[in-house]
């Protein structure tokens, strides 16, 4: 039996010939990333350890995005931690205020990551990487720890699902929409430490942003990561973001899949999540009268040009209904730059929105949009919980951008239909 994608990758960075699935390899990294909630843990633990420097300081990501700008004394403290560590073991990749981003839309444009690397996080939604071929996941601070001091990580081979997706998507469907349907299909814990690859025609209608958002929700499926082949879409984007070369890696023919889902792209309507998993999901059509409080347009999952763009151009001419709070966060300051200059900002100012610095601050109640008690909110982030983005008491429905531009306007959740686009 031949291999999956993600398989071989790992195969080749344990230095072997073969894996199979449930295997124990220990597999050399190519980059290890950490954030201002989890870093200074694996700072702290990597001082335990008799190792004192990194095992490569080209390879090493550290990015406070979570409570930055700081929210209070205990953010700024655990900035501060990640700052003088950064200086001390000369990393070279650190990024912060001024020039930093949301961590997993800022690696790829940075060049960071690339086809067939093997990268692990101190984040759940590393395994946003896989748009671009990688193999890239979550894992625990001490774990963050050890790859910082060794680059190296055990993993056991994950079995895998295979995606074909065929088709055209529909106007405003987009790659948010698509993998809320798949997490609706197969639940929360449906690719349970699995390998999702998504294969088929229907990907050279998909774009980078829509591989990214798509990649970055494997994890709400339970998923060991998520992955996509390297076709022309990916290499261009390599080429344009990076000088690190990549190693394209293709499944066999004969490569064992648990199971195998058709998803015709063309059937599929904007999806909304309702509170308070990512897999109860409902068509635009059956989502009945609900009125919100609050929308958020951003994060590592929908922050990038074309979100940003697709809510502009829903948004241009219009206002957002009164009383509404409209909070969008571009994930770069690149992209808040090209959103500037493209009149994006403007058009969002003008509708009565506001546009903040890069953070990842509303989606995990953080600050920067918290919500009260009975509140609810639209948001194109990626996880809805109880208590996800405040009060316990408060809901979160995760949609795309399109989605949450309609809804802003019409003071409750609405498909771009319903302004007439």
């Known amino acids: 039996m031949g291999m999956t994608?993600?398989?071989?990758?790992l195969a080749a960075h344990a230095g072997l010939d073969k894996v199979t699935a449930g295997q124990l390899i220990e597999a050399n990294l190519d980059l290890v990333l950490g954030n201002d909630v989890t870093a200074p843990v694996a700072i702290h633990e990597m001082q335990k350890m008799t190792i004192k420097k990194v095992f490569d300081k080209e390879k090493i990501a550290l990015i406070p995005d979570h409570f930055t700008p700081n929210k209070d004394i205990k953010s700024a403290e655990h900035c501060k931690c990640m700052r003088e560590f950064a200086m001390e073991q000369e990393?070279?990749?650190?990024?912060?205020?001024?020039?930093?981003?949301?961590e997993h839309a800022l690696l790829p444009e940075?060049?960071?990551?690339?086809?067939?690397?093997?990268?692990?996080g101190a984040d759940s939604h590393t395994c946003t990487y896989g748009a671009l071929g990688a193999f890239s996941t979550g894992v625990g601070s001490t774990d963050m720890a050890a790859g910082m001091a060794t680059g190296k990580a055990w993993f056991k081979v994950p079995?895998?699902?295979?995606?074909?997706?065929?088709?055209?998507?529909?106007?405003?469907?987009?790659g948010k929409d698509v993998i809320l349907?798949?997490?609706?299909?197969?639940?929360?814990?449906?690719?349970?430490?699995?390998?999702m690859e998504f294969v088929g025609e229907g990907l050279q209608n998909l774009s980078m942003d829509d591989r990214f958002a798509m990649?970055?929700?494997?994890?709400?499926?339970?998923?060991?990561?998520?992955?996509?082949?390297?076709?022309?879409?990916?290499?261009r984007y390599m080429q344009d973001h990076s000088k690190k070369e990549f190693k394209i890696y293709e499944a066999d023919e004969d490569a064992e899949y648990e199971q195998t889902y058709t998803i015709e792209l063309s059937t599929l309507q904007s999806t909304v999540a309702f509170p308070h998993l990512p897999e109860n999901t409902r068509p635009i059509d059956q989502v009945g009268e609900i009125k919100i409080d609050q929308v958020v347009i951003g994060s590592c999952t929908n922050g990038r040009i074309e979100d940003l763009r697709t809510a502009a151009k829903i948004l241009e001419g219009r206002k957002v209904a009164k009383g509404m709070r409209v909070i969008i966060f571009p994930a770069t300051q690149a992209i808040y730059l090209q959103a500037m200059e493209e009149g994006l900002l403007s058009t969002f100012i003008k509708a009565g929105a506001v546009v903040s610095t890069p953070t990842c601050g509303p989606c995990l109640g953080g600050?920067?949009?918290?919500?009260?008690?009975?509140?609810?909110?639209v948001a194109t982030t990626n996880r809805n919980f109880v208590g996800r983005m405040g009060h316990v008491d408060s809901e979160v429905y995760l949609a795309?951008?399109?989605?949450?531009?309609?809804?802003?306007?019409?003071?409750?959740?609405?498909?771009?239909?319903?302004?007439g686009l």
Request: glycine content about 12%.
């Open 215 to 235: 990649a970055n929700m494997a994890i709400e499926a339970g998923a060991k990561n998520g992955i996509f082949p390297v076709d022309e879409k990916a290499v």
């Open 159 to 174: 079995s895998a699902l295979k995606f074909v997706l065929t088709g055209k998507p529909l106007p405003w469907v987009s």
């Open 110 to 120: 940075k060049g960071l990551v690339v086809a067939g690397d093997v990268v692990i």
């Open 400 to 419: 795309s951008p399109a989605v949450a531009a309609a809804s802003a306007v019409t003071g409750k959740i609405s498909g771009p239909s319903e302004l």
């Open 91 to 102: 990393i070279t990749n650190y990024f912060e205020i001024g020039e930093m981003g949301i």
């Open 5 to 9: 994608m993600t398989q071989k990758i």
């Open 181 to 195: 349907h798949i997490i609706g299909i197969i639940g929360v814990d449906g690719a349970l430490y699995k390998s």
């Open 367 to 377: 600050h920067m949009g918290i919500l009260a008690a009975g509140e609810k909110a």
